[in-house]
């Protein structure tokens, strides 16, 4: 029995110019593959100089100061509410009274100029002068609790420019403040006197 024939495809010879191109592909490919893992590869975080070191603990010092501030303004508003309620007398002498100065009928009238230069209505007017015992220009930064237990009396505070003054709400009764930058008015009163007129 003979066997089918089968014939058998011819081997094909690659010439070597084949071979080259081949071989020249393989090379550009693999060059490619590793410029790519080379250029997603995490980079190693570069060095800082001196300087750059210097600045960055600039920020955090500054960041660091600034929350440590705040903490101890707060922890400080704290006690003094605390103060200006079960020490009234202790809180006005020791915090409220040295961060306060005597101001002049002439402090408070350049207020009043220019309160009504911006519109600014008064609401009261007295035929007497202004009571001079009852009027302060703050010194420094401050908060102002309930006055009325306080001092018994209405008192009035001009804070000149570059300081800031916090009044509590329950404050606002019993006074008055004149702030100059801007010439803003907190609390229920302006009033002119007879020595306040111009």
């Known amino acids: 029995m003979h066997r089918p024939f089968r014939k058998e495809s011819p081997k094909v010879k690659r010439s070597r110019s084949d071979q080259l191109v081949d071989a020249v592909l393989t090379i550009v490919l693999a060059i490619i593959f590793f410029s790519l893992f080379w250029a997603l590869r995490p980079s190693p975080p570069h060095p800082l100089n001196p300087a750059q070191l210097n600045a960055v603990l600039a920020r955090q010092e500054q960041v660091v100061r600034a929350a440590k501030a705040q903490q101890q303004q707060e922890h400080d508003r704290r006690i003094m509410s605390w103060m200006a309620e079960s020490r009234p007398d202790e ?61 018994k009396e209405h008192i009035y505070v001009i804070v000149p420019p570059g300081v800031h003054v916090t009044v509590d709400a329950s404050a606002l009764t019993n006074v008055d403040v004149f702030v100059m930058d801007g010439f803003i008015h907190y609390g229920e009163s302006v009033p002119v006197f007879s020595d306040t007129r111009f």
């Open 91 to 151: 809180y006005w002498t020791e915090y409220l009274l040295p961060t306060l100065r005597p101001a002049t009928v002439d402090d408070y009238k350049t207020w009043l100029a220019g309160y009504l230069s911006r519109d600014g209505n008064t609401t009261d007017f007295f035929s007497q002068p202004m009571p001079t015992g009852h009027l302060f220009l703050a010194t420094q930064d401050m908060e102002i609790v309930d006055t009325m237990q306080l001092t």
